[in-house]
């Protein structure tokens, strides 16, 4: 067996390894190993953070997409799902309600609708003049330059758009025709062209991803350098075509949040959604693991049902998550959360 202790002091001294070095602590199931790799990334995530967790504040402002993403249950040729768009108003009271929690940044997620993310525009510049003190994010998938380019002049300071696998070969069999890699990651360099902090990541145990498929992930992301990685298990929804796939595996998805913030200790890692909806401590374990950032869920309650991106998908109400960082020592930063560099 590889010495495992050599290769992590490596990996935490150079924030690098040979691919067969990472290979090995992507796929090491043994609970020492794990146990390891999780202590020294959380002490790095203290050393970088402290004990304050970064919350956004999470409002899933449509579930209207023009993309038909073979995993994602908000896509457009799944009509067993009623279909909503938040109105001018109703985001506005969910900005002041993030607001008024005391959370200084508000992501606008929605499946990708070219024309509806244009009339957003000038809802976003009326947030950032009336919070000015709040970052916005958004998620809002691949637009025209020209639309990106109108969001960073109407205020918003981050893009979250996952490359959801580095393989070409493998974004092909995970989404329709005329979608790319190519064309995501073009995206991704024109967003930060324009100065947004950008977010990438990938779906873990995705149908017919490889261990190859994982080390090409943190290849892009290394090379990438994303202000933050969001990565989180794929979980099959019932009415898309990999509906029947099996889930990816959470201590695989535990040891890549670990060895990323190894490689990368200033990234926003978000201990993510799908995490908590696979397991139960789910959460505190991407914490404990080297996460660093929560996503409580602002979406008004009557349509969140509706955005079922994979089913049982769990919802992160701010005062459980108080309680579960209470109980493992960690408190909420009050600031905005942005990125620095040490
Ligand atoms: N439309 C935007 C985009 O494409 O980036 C944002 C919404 S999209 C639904 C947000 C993320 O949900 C995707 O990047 C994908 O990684 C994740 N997602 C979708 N379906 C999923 C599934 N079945 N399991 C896990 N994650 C999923």
Known sequence: MIQYRQLLDRLQEHRDLPDAGLSFLVSCTDPAVQEDLAERSRSEARRVFGREVYLRGLVEWSNVCCCDCLYCGIRASNASLPR??????????????????????????????????????????????????????????????????????AGAHRYLLRHETASSGHYARLHPAGKTLERRLECLRELRRLGFQVGMGMMVGSPFQTEENLLEDLRLLQSFQPEMIG???FIPQSDTPLGSYPAGDVETTLRLISILRLMMPEALIPATTALATLAPDGRRRGLLSGANVIMPSFTPAPVREAYRLYDNKSHEELDTIKTELASIGYGISPSRGDYHKC
């Open 84 to 153: 909503y768009t938040l109105d001018r108003e109703t985001l506005l009271r969910c900005a002041e309600n993030v607001y008024s929690a005391g959370i200084r940044t508000l992501v606008i997620q929605g499946g990708e609708n070219p024309s509806a993310a244009r009339s957003l525009v000038e809802i976003v510049a009326e947030i950032s003049g009336s919070w000015p003190l709040m970052a916005i994010t958004l998620s809002l998938g691949e637009l025209p330059f020209s639309l990106y380019k109108a969001f960073r002049e």
């Open 231 to 233: 990565i989180g298990p």
